[in-house]
């Protein structure tokens, strides 16, 4: 009995101070393909391009796409550049990207607040059969302090519940 009253205490007492803050997430979505980007930089020798993209709460992505692999960059309001390097964090193989952002949001009012970005990451990581890919969610936290993928997953579900707890969570390091 006194074992099991110790154990409430504690639970109640300093279990509280381990829950990180989850924000109430809403989704919205953005083009980072076709018409709605523009293109900002192009290379024909190494095949390389930037096309910016209109994101939400006056961020923008940079799409870049360099030796037939994708990444991003987020653009802060400010125009501070946080490179994602998904070709080093995500995959080292050729890649696409999907053709939306989806940007984990926070609303208060008529004010937006992105906390994390999800963009579907198409990798072909089989060099004897390329047309085999493998798609992974790429899970990037925003926060005041750093913009960094924090996470992996290959489903939806994985990919936002990852989002809404990715304040705390460490930057992934190249593969």
């Given amino acids: 009995m006194l074992k099991r009253t110790l154990s409430a205490l504690f639970v ?3 279990a509280p101070p381990l829950l990180a803050y989850v924000p109430a997430g809403e989704s919205v979505y953005t083009e980072i393909a076709g018409a709605r980007c ?5 290379h024909e020798e190494g095949a390389s391009s930037v096309q910016k993209c209109a994101g939400v709460a006056g961020y923008s992505l940079l799409v870049e796409d360099a030796d037939s692999r994708q990444s991003v960059t987020v653009v802060t309001p400010d125009g501070k ?6 070709w080093q964090v995500i995959t080292s193989g050729f890649s696409s990207l999907g053709n939306k952002a989806e940007w984990r949001v926070e609303k208060k009012g008529a004010r937006v607040r992105p906390y994390a970005l999800i963009v579907r990451v198409n990798a072909s990581e089989n060099p004897e059969k390329p047309e085999q890919t493998t798609s992974y969610l790429a899970v990037a936290k925003i926060t005041a302090g750093e913009v960094c993928v924090t996470d992996k997953v290959k489903t939806n579900e994985a990919a936002r519940q ?3 707890a990715s304040a705390g969570k460490p930057c992934l390091k190249a593969e």
Avoid: W
């Avoid at 523009?38 to 192009?42: L, P, Q």
């Avoid at 550049?81 to 998904?86: G, Q």
């Fill in 12 to 14: 109640l007492c300093c």
């Fill in 162 to 164: 990852a989002a809404d």
């Fill in 38 to 42: 523009k293109t900002v930089e192009a």
């Fill in 81 to 86: 550049k946080h490179p994602l390097d998904y």
